[in-house]
């Protein structure tokens, strides 16, 4: 399938986009895929890169890698199933008809379909439990995982873009993005645009906040804050969300991750404050009780006697 696109806005004219990059064996390879999976390797490379910086087993690396990324990918798929099951399941065939139609459509990733929090959910778990098995340590792991997945995160979006999908709703804003049906063009909100130069930038801060984390699991907690308030903000301009009832999935697991993870930070902040406090309180009360003086002076004293002595039994 092609899609005609263009920002008129920025003076992109209408071009075709071909969802499928080629064919071998007969077998279509779409860009949506091959998007993903550019996003998959650059997530991995950063995270390999870091993994030997902390000396930590490269035979234990793929382990990981490739569990996460295998039950991500379906964590991902499941998720997104289950939130728009109807339109997936076929019927008005015979039983055995509308059951295998059914499960082709389920398995075809490669026309869209991936829901980034199963990914996620499903993703981190793996992660958690093959770190634990070959014991590595879970959250300063995970401060190295968050960032490759805003990158990741940001690649995968134009997998969207490919597809004509993932857009807002309707705008004349100078960058709005058009598409062609049939003989007319729809403008909308390109919010795949925005959630991808939303992740780059957040891969940038969390980078230079991974250099100067106080504790472990500080990144992680920082990317799901950062990722929430975006996607929250985003998902509210988006028409195609994934939907429980009046409500956008996606946009309420945003909010509460924001809301979450923030409080978390705050409440470790303020512990680590409150600590360093009463650190300082507690060495102004030596120092006000005399004790430091005390050492201070004690010490060249014991030099003298022990000089003394020594002179003594020279002498």
Request: proline residues 3%; glycine residues 10%; contains cysteine.
């Amino acid at each position: 399938m092609t899609n005609v696109i263009s920002f008129p806005g920025l003076g992109i004219g209408p071009f075709e986009v071909n969802e499928i990059a080629f064919k071998i064996f007969g077998l279509s390879v779409h860009w949506y895929g091959l998007i993903i999976m550019c996003g998959m390797l650059f997530c991995v490379l950063y995270v390999y890169h870091h993994w030997k910086k902390e000396g930590w087993n490269p035979d234990y690396f793929f382990d990981v890698a490739l569990s996460a990324i295998a039950i991500g990918v379906i964590g991902a798929r499941i998720y997104y199933i289950v939130f728009s099951l109807d339109n997936y399941i076929v019927t008005g065939g015979s039983f055995w008809s509308n059951v295998g139609q059914t499960l082709k459509n389920m398995i075809s990733v490669w026309n869209g379909g991936l829901a980034i929090y199963g990914g996620l959910i499903f993703g981190a778990l793996a992660i958690f439990l093959v770190a634990r098995w070959r014991k590595i340590p879970v959250l300063r792991l995970l401060d190295i995982v968050a960032p490759s997945v805003a990158l990741a995160q940001a690649i995968g979006r134009w997998g969207n873009f490919v597809n004509a999908e993932a857009y807002g709703g309707p705008t004349n804003l100078p960058w709005r993005m058009g598409i062609t049906y049939g003989s007319n063009t729809y403008y909308f909100h390109p919010t795949f645009l925005y959630e991808s130069l939303w992740n780059i930038l957040g891969f940038i801060l969390l980078n230079q906040l991974r250099k100067k984390k106080k504790y472990d699991g500080q990144v992680l907690l920082a990317y799901a804050a950062w990722y929430g308030f975006g996607r929250m903000l985003i998902e509210g301009l988006r028409t195609d969300s994934l939907m429980w009832g009046p409500f956008r999935v996606s946009q309420i697991l945003a909010a509460i991750l924001f809301v979450g993870c923030m409080a978390w930070m705050i409440v470790i902040y303020a512990r680590q404050k409150k600590a360093e406090t009463q650190e300082c309180e507690r060495v102004f009360a030596e120092i006000d009780s005399g004790v430091y003086g005390a050492e201070a002076v004690s010490e060249p004293e014991a030099a003298n006697e022990e000089g003394e002595n020594e002179n003594g039994n020279t002498n």
